[in-house]
């Protein structure tokens, strides 16, 4: 694989977590803010990169989708927002999560100088990302936000790395206030970024579609979608444009989503 090159799509996991959900033991748990917590898991999974995403399995429970933050080790990080997340939010160090993956489309690499905008808890998939951008030798620049100051987690390995980093806050109570599109707009405005990738939510994701077609940016969306097999088979995950996040996602490309419309 080139090394200014990421792949964007691999039809079926490999390796180790490539069939049924298998166990693995919880090495670490980091507090991010009042209901986000990471959980670094006590395996790698090398093949994996930014973007792609695993199923997670607790048993009598069932199984969720989650975004990786990290693959040497596991990492994800969740926000106890349901039944799930709720329950793997009990679990403590020692304690066993069931994983398969990875699944779907992740980030590739376009241009020098990346804009990379996380939306709430789209913070911590970033940060993989910015970090693998940054040891090609790329010049990332991040927006992170929040609806406040308490909402916001995970700025410092962006200052280990020397990225810079604009925060907003809806409520002002920490960085910019307001949303993340008026920094998104300021940065393209003034051609400090020469492509775009976000994750976060919905409404989040249609304004930057809508910034990186008016600046005729490149631009990769990471959207999320419940997902019931994660292969392409149920039909769940099907977006508004009648892409199959599971395997044609979760990221899109911009110009691909609007040659489909």
Request: charge should be negative; include cysteine.
């Given at each position: ?72 080790p596991i990492k994800l990080t969740l ?150 097999c994660a292969i392409g088979l149920c ?27």
């Amino acid at each position: 694989m080139p090394t200014n090159s990421l792949p964007r799509l691999i039809p079926r996991p490999e390796g180790a977590f490539a069939a049924a959900p298998r166990p693995v033991r919880i090495a670490r748990i980091v507090q991010e803010n009042y209901r986000i917590r990471s959980y670094l898991l006590a395996e790698t999974m090398p093949h994996a990169y930014p973007g792609q995403f695993v199923m997670a399995w607790l048993p009598g429970i069932g199984e969720k989708p989650f975004s990786m933050a990290g693959n040497a080790p596991i990492k994800l990080t969740l926000a106890a927002v349901g039944k799930f997340s709720e329950a793997v939010h009990t679990l403590d160090e020692g304690e066993t999560l069931w994983i398969r993956g990875p699944f779907g489309r992740g980030f590739s690499i376009e241009g020098e100088r990346p804009l990379l905008v996380g939306g709430g808890y789209g913070a911590a998939p970033i940060a993989w990302l910015a970090e693998t951008l940054w040891r090609r030798g790329k010049q990332p620049v991040v927006v992170l936000g929040g609806r406040t100051a308490d909402d916001i987690f995970g700025t410092e390995p962006f200052d280990r790395m020397g990225i810079p980093v604009v925060v907003t806050t809806e409520d002002g109570s920490q960085g910019e206030a307001g949303r993340v599109t008026a920094p998104v707009e300021r940065l393209l405005a003034t051609e400090v970024a020469d492509s775009l990738c976000a994750v976060g939510p919905h409404g989040m994701l249609k304004a930057l579609e809508a910034a990186a077609l008016a600046h005729r940016i490149p631009a990769q969306l990471s959207w999320e979608a419940f997902m019931g097999c994660a292969i392409g088979l149920c039909g769940m995950c099907e977006h508004e444009d009648g892409s199959l996040l599971c395997v044609e996602g979760p990221v899109l490309d911009v110009a691909t989503r609007n040659e489909m419309r």
